[in-house]
């Protein structure tokens, strides 16, 4: 039971932080700049987050390889659109 519920709370965060990322492309598509962005940053996090893709995929759970999966895919827009409007 507890392992469900730690499964769904996964689900939730994994939304949060993808909902979040999404609301920056939002921002940065409506300003067209990413002037206000590190792009260094933004590297660490790409890093980051491969790095913990890796890992779920070696402890074969489904539900966090399919959110990580999710929010890299998202997170890599956001990235893209980073080097689009950098001035």
Request: with cysteine; net charge positive; charged share 15%.
């Amino acid at each position: 039971m507890f392992q469900i519920l730690i499964d769904y709370a996964l689900i939730i965060a994994f939304i949060a932080l993808t909902l979040d990322i999404i609301i920056q492309i939002y921002h940065i598509s409506k300003g067209k700049s990413s002037n206000d962005i590190s792009l260094k940053g933004c590297i660490v996090r790409i890093f980051g987050a491969v790095v913990l893709q890796i890992k779920f995929f070696s402890l074969n759970d489904v539900y966090l390889i399919f959110g990580q999966t999710i929010f890299l895919s998202v997170y890599m827009i956001y990235f893209l659109l980073i080097i689009y409007y950098k001035k």
